[in-house]
């Protein structure tokens, strides 16, 4: 009885031994993968921390930018006010210009009027001219003939 007592015991001793060297395979790979899931938490931390820099970078960037926007955005608004400013400016020119035009187109027709008058003065004066140098022969002539008279009645 002793004996098998001795051979139970010693089977289930042999038993609990292949268990217990079991546990310890499990637990060595166990330890593996809680090794190797240590290394990735330790690769997932360090590429959440690189991701936490590029991400203040980006917002930082991205402020910088937005600033730029209001920036950019004021100065279309003045660009747009100069243009509109310059629109209108040229509005009026092209109204001064065509006001200008007709006032230019009246001046030439006054000029043309003024040349044809001009042309009959100087038709008129030559006439006159031609007029006086008539009539003085005249005169001469009627005061040769004074003259001469004047000596005969003396």
Do not use: G, P
């Not at 990735?40 to 936490?52: P, W, Y």
């Amino acid at each position: 009885m002793l004996n098998t007592e001795l051979d139970s015991s010693s089977s289930s001793l042999n038993n609990s031994w292949l268990y217990i060297c079991s546990l310890t395979d499990e637990l060595e790979k166990s330890k593996k993968s809680c090794s190797e899931i240590n290394s990735q938490l330790s690769d997932i931390v360090t590429r959440n921390l690189k991701l936490k820099d590029t991400y203040k970078k980006a917002q930082e960037a991205n402020s910088i930018l937005e600033n730029q926007l209001k920036s950019f955005s004021k100065l279309l608004d003045s660009s747009r006010s100069k243009v509109c400013s310059l629109s209108e400016e040229l509005e009026n020119t092209k109204i001064s210009n065509f006001a200008l035009d007709i006032k230019f187109e009246n001046m030439v027709s006054e000029n043309f009027k003024l040349s044809e008058t001009v042309k009959k003065l100087r038709c008129d004066l030559h006439n006159t001219c031609e007029e006086n140098i008539s009539f003085k022969n005249e005169l001469d002539t009627h005061s040769n003939m004074l003259n001469d008279a004047q000596l005969d009645v003396k």
